[in-house]
T-cell receptor
């Protein structure tokens, strides 16, 4: 079954507020995680990644937190802007399951920005 | 722009037919991946190639096949098409084939089976 999932299908936030998108994974062998943003008619766009030997990584306006104890991943977006409206996916990779190097994606969270 | 190019953007065909989707990876990337995105299954990994050789298989049907050419571009061949094959097909590429390398996606080919 799906080894990566998201808690909420839709998240609505006010412009300028911070957004937090959550993701739970079930495969304890996962060692690499990525957040992607997908806009309508486009492919998934890489936002930020984190390896399992880290618990936090920061980018421009984004922070990813990894809690391996509870197998939880989150994406924080600071000062949310209209251009942040999109579907956000978490994805994981591990060498379990036959050594596949393909990513396993969650179902996605649709982030809606209210003016 | 991710640097990954996919053609065509849209493809409309009938059941039983065969189509070929094409992907050019980012400059310098040696590994290519194919994914299928549908409403009911989400984004699913199909197959991976590295330097011309198949490296990993995911949920790819036997009716589907792929290859990577010496210039590193890749093609995904879908045959005996069924209505359920209607989906978005994405190609991604990475510098190296290891599991801790970021994959960068193209904008996909939308396949519609009538």
């Amino acid at each position: 079954g799906e080894s990566v999932g998201l808690h909420l299908p839709t998240l609505s936030v006010q412009e300028g507020d911070n957004s937090i998108i959550n993701c739970a994974y079930s495969n304890s062998a996962s060692d690499y995680f990525i957040w992607y943003k997908q806009e309508s008619g486009k492919g998934p766009q890489f936002i930020i990644d984190i390896r399992s030997n880290m618990d936090k990584r920061q980018g421009q306006r984004v922070t990813v937190l990894l809690n391996k104890t509870v197998k939880h991943l989150s994406l924080q977006i600071a000062a949310t802007q209209p251009g942040d409206s999109a579907v956000y996916f978490c994805a994981e990779n591990s060498k379990s399951g036959g050594g596949a190097d393909g990513l396993t994606f969650g179902k996605g969270t649709h982030l809606i920005i209210q003016p | 722009d991710s640097g990954v190019t996919q053609t065509p953007k849209h493809l409309i065909t009938a059941t039983g037919q065969r189509v070929t989707l094409r992907c050019s990876p980012r400059s310098g990337d040696l590994s290519v991946y194919w994914y299928q995105q549908s409403l009911d299954q989400g984004l699913q990994f199909l197959i991976q190639y590295y330097n011309g050789e198949e490296r990993a298989k995911g949920n790819i049907l036997e009716r589907f096949s792929a290859q990577q050419f010496p210039d590193l571009h890749s093609e995904l061949n879908l045959s005996s098409l069924e209505l359920g094959d209607s989906a978005l097909y994405f190609c991604a590429s990475s510098v190296a084939p290891q599991s801790n390398q970021p994959q960068h996606f193209g904008d996909g080919t939308r396949l519609s089976i009538l």
